[in-house]
């Protein structure tokens, strides 16, 4: 990994970015493969790494309109939103 790269930046191509509340209300961003994510203090801060991790491809950024519980060891956890998804951008 090189110096100043975050350390979910992968060289995987075009990796979606799923953003949304958890159960307890705190925004979420989570890779969809579930690889890294994190919790953040606004959505405006969720957006701004999830546009970051993708190299500002708004179309790899999406909304989860339900629950998005943050489970980072790869399986799909349950409360995870299971309607369709939208776009951030």
Do not use: D, H
């Not at 075009?14 to 509340?21: D, F, H, N, R, W």
């Not at 980072?72 to 951030?88: K, Y």
């Amino acid at each position: 990994m090189k110096t100043g790269e975050p350390p979910c930046r992968s060289s995987r191509a075009s990796p979606l970015y799923l953003i949304g509340k958890n159960s307890r209300g705190q925004w979420v961003v989570r890779e969809q493969g579930g690889l890294c994510g994190g919790l953040f203090v606004s959505r405006a801060e969720a957006v701004k790494y999830a546009m970051y991790e993708t190299g500002r491809r708004p179309q790899a950024v999406i909304m989860v309109p339900g629950i998005l519980e943050l489970n980072l060891n790869g399986e799909r956890g349950t409360g995870e939103a299971e309607t369709p998804l939208q776009s951030a951008a």
